[in-house]
């Protein structure tokens, strides 16, 4: 695997792939609201922005942006994924034996709190597209009113609803703060999903693979970081940059978001 340069703030030795964001320090709380978990956001994209090929994005990052992704879910409590996610792909569920380690030197639990968010446990692929799960590790979260019956290996966490009955966001992610010690949560999509929480002042960061890839649009709108549900006005986030790393020919990018008016991003 190739050594890695960090280009941004300026490197005072180079490192290896294995080392990029392995002693990230998170924020104890959540600058904007200390009832909420820190929040980032994790993707891969092709340099034309797309973020799947056939509905994955498997295929769009490299090694070294597999190994990194693992790098970052070791720093954070939990991973939340969207259903369309867990549908459209296999997910390898938590963190190598090393960082394994790391994380049970620190006081912490073995492996990251996996979460899966859905309308409904009924429909989801989890014995086939969850692999390597923790028992006890993995927690789906869906409304209130949801009757699906609990399983050995898997939670069911009732989240309260908003008008509509999707789940409240906002109300989740204090209830699992509160109730569950998930004081840092990791989105790793899908789009939709990472809409609803940027829309809803919930992400205070984003880290982005760039892959060394053009993609040919295959659909009338490919989907890219984020996609609303339905047409938006939002004006343009400004994010400021924290770190790049270049590892080959792919460049990791890590940026603060910044707190937004909720009604002004649907």
């Known amino acids: 695997m190739e050594d890695a340069i960090r280009t941004y703030p300026p490197p005072s030795s180079e490192l290896r792939v294995e080392d990029i964001y392995r002693d990230i320090q998170l924020p104890s709380k ?24 056939n509905g994955t994005a498997n295929p769009i990052g490299g090694s ?13 409590d939990a991973v939340l994924r969207g259903a369309g996610t867990l549908r ?17 030197s620190e006081g912490r639990e073995e492996q990251p ?3 899966i968010l859905s309308s409904d446990i009924a429909g989801l692929p989890l014995d086939t ?3 390597n799960v923790t028992p006890g590790r993995v927690a789906v979260l869906v409304p209130s009113d949801n009757t699906s019956a609990a ?13 509509g009955g ?15 010690h998930v004081h840092s949560v990791l989105l790793e999509g899908g789009p939709t999903l990472n809409h609803h929480f940027v829309s809803n002042n919930l992400v ?13 649009a295959n659909t009338d709108a490919p989907l890219t970081l984020l996609h609303a549900p339905r047409r938006s006005h939002a004006a343009p986030l400004n994010l400021e940059l924290i770190s790049t790393h270049v590892a080959g020919d792919e460049v990791f990018l890590r940026y603060t978001i910044p707190a937004i008016n909720p009604t002004s991003f649907r």
């Open 30 to 53: 959540n600058p904007w609201d200390c009832s909420l978990p820190y929040a980032a956001i994790n993707m891969v994209s092709s340099l034309d922005g797309k973020i799947a090929i």
């Open 64 to 76: 070294a942006d597999r190994r990194v992704m693992r790098n970052i879910r070791s720093r954070f």
């Open 88 to 104: 459209a792909e296999k997910i390898s569920l938590g963190v190598t034996k090393d960082l394994a380690r790391d994380r049970l």
């Open 113 to 115: 709190l996996d979460l």
């Open 129 to 131: 597209n969850l692999l």
């Open 151 to 163: 399983r050995e290996d898997i939670q069911i966490l009732r989240m309260p609803t908003v008008t």
């Open 166 to 180: 999707a789940v409240d966001l906002m109300q989740a992610m204090q209830l699992l703060k509160r109730d569950h």
């Open 204 to 216: 205070n960061e984003l880290f982005l693979t760039l892959a060394p890839k053009l993609l040919p």
